[in-house]
């Protein structure tokens, strides 16, 4: 069965609310839940960004469920500090964490001065990343020098078993390149049709069997109109698409694209309705194509009132 997971975004919140919407979840019957870890918010509208590993720390203590984090190594975090930090949660919270690598995004990764490179370059930089973090994972004594440099690293508080690294992709030829080495995948929801093809692409070249989890971005209010209207307020900046959101690195730039945004575009990345009925039609489209969890990212402010309505009206029914 597919579990249906709560997506904690540290962009849109303090990290204390969002401590207080994790166990809201999981009280409410949400099976997991998924963090963002991001220096920058979109956009000033959203107004936050807490680090998200402190944060996670505090939410795996306050619940029982497991987590799912994504993060970039190779600018922002070194490999190895990355490799630590998910080894510490690892070890205090046995098989409770899976942590995807992406190639990063500007708004994030641009603050260390770095030029930012083209995304075959980041991808390079990536795979190096990964194949440090797994030797560390394994107790091994480490010394690379390549895109990045690591000389004598070793880990030596780790969990009994190294927390699973999954590849974060979005189009069908990054799911082929993760699909080799990853031990899982992270996508996002979004157009049904495009999610297929990802998901064909991963399954095809090295994915096939491994567990899949979908970001799906919904806005639900108590009527349409409200539905609409804070989808665009909250994700009007990031629903441009392409490589935008890649590339470009201030908050302040996305306020910009936000204006541009309409209501056919922004529907066009976020499932946006006030229909319980079809919010559940959605979320069994997307467990029909035999992905292992949906975490379920609500856009707007609403997040207690989400997560009650949710709990009550639209999990049971999917179960």
């Known amino acids: 069965m597919t579990q249906i997971g709560y997506h904690a975004s540290h ?25 963002s870890d991001h220096f920058h918010p979109w956009a000033t509208s959203q107004g936050q960004s807490g680090f998200a590993w402190s944060w996670l720390g505090a ?11 994504i993060s970039a190594p190779g600018y922002r975090y070194h490999p ?14 046995p098989d409770r964490l899976w942590l995807a690598l992406g190639s990063g995004e500007a708004i994030n990764e641009a603050i260390t001065g770095e030029t930012w490179p083209d995304k075959p370059e980041r991808n390079t930089r990536l795979l190096e990343c990964v194949e440090i ?21 070793k880990l030596y508080s780790r969990p009994k078993k190294p927390v699973p690294l999954f590849g974060a992709a979005v189009t069908p030829k990054t799911a082929r390149f993760v699909a080799g080495w990853a031990d899982g995948l992270l996508t996002t929801g979004g157009d ?31 009527n349409e109109e409200q539905a609409v209207s804070q989808a665009l307020e909250q994700w009007g900046p990031v629903s441009a698409g392409g490589d935008l959101n890649w590339n470009v690195a201030r908050p302040e730039d996305f306020d910009v694209i936000g204006k541009l945004a309409t209501e056919d575009s922004v529907r ?11 919010h559940r039609q959605w ?21 207690e009132e989400f997560i ?12």
């Open 268 to 278: 066009k990345s976020v499932a946006v309705s006030a229909d319980l009925g079809q």
């Open 80 to 93: 190895a500090i990355l490799a630590q930090a998910a080894a510490t949660i690892g070890e205090m919270f």
């Open 11 to 35: 962009e849109q919140f303090a990290p204390s609310a969002l401590l207080s919407y994790v166990k809201r979840a999981e009280a409410a019957g949400f099976d997991s839940a998924k963090s």
């Open 192 to 222: 049904i049709e495009s999610l297929k093809e990802v998901l064909d692409a991963f399954r095809s070249n090295g994915g096939a069997g491994k567990p899949v989890h979908v970001q799906h971005a919904l806005s639900w209010a108590e």
């Open 308 to 319: 009650d309505v949710f709990g009550e009206k639209v999990l049971p029914k999917l179960r």
């Open 283 to 303: 979320l069994a489209d997307l467990a029909a194509l035999d992905v292992t969890s949906i975490q379920l990212h609500n856009v707007g402010r609403n997040q």
């Open 59 to 69: 939410a795996m203590q306050a619940t029982r469920f497991s987590y799912g984090m």
């Open 133 to 153: 973090t797994r030797a560390l994972f394994a107790g091994e004594t480490v010394t690379h020098r390549g895109r990045v440099t690591v000389i004598e690293a």
